[in-house]
């Protein structure tokens, strides 16, 4: 089962690197989120860390996010905000 195809499971390294690798991509789309302060970099590693656990943005994910990260919705306007200039 690929990673896509399930919404949770035991996570492996393989996750770990394509979670990593998205976060890669997502700073090389938007060379914006490099320049952007260090909490809301943060905020971009932690969602994307959760996405380990559950590959959905479903409302376990957001119950995760929120256990790692209580203010993820504050700190998720604000980059908006700041990637908006
Ligand atoms: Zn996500």
Not at 39 to 51: A, T
Request: net charge positive.
């Amino acid at each position: 089962m690929s990673l896509t195809e399930r919404e949770t499971s035991v996570p492996s390294y393989a996750d770990a690197t394509y979670v990593l690798r998205d976060i890669a991509f997502d700073a090389l789309r938007n060379r914006e989120l490099i320049k952007a302060a260090t909490r809301h970099i943060d905020y971009v590693i932690i969602h994307e860390l959760c996405h380990i656990t559950h590959r959905k943005h479903s409302r376990p994910f957001y119950e995760l996010l929120a256990s790692k990260l209580p203010q993820w919705q504050r700190l998720k306007a604000e980059l908006e905000l700041s990637l908006l200039g």
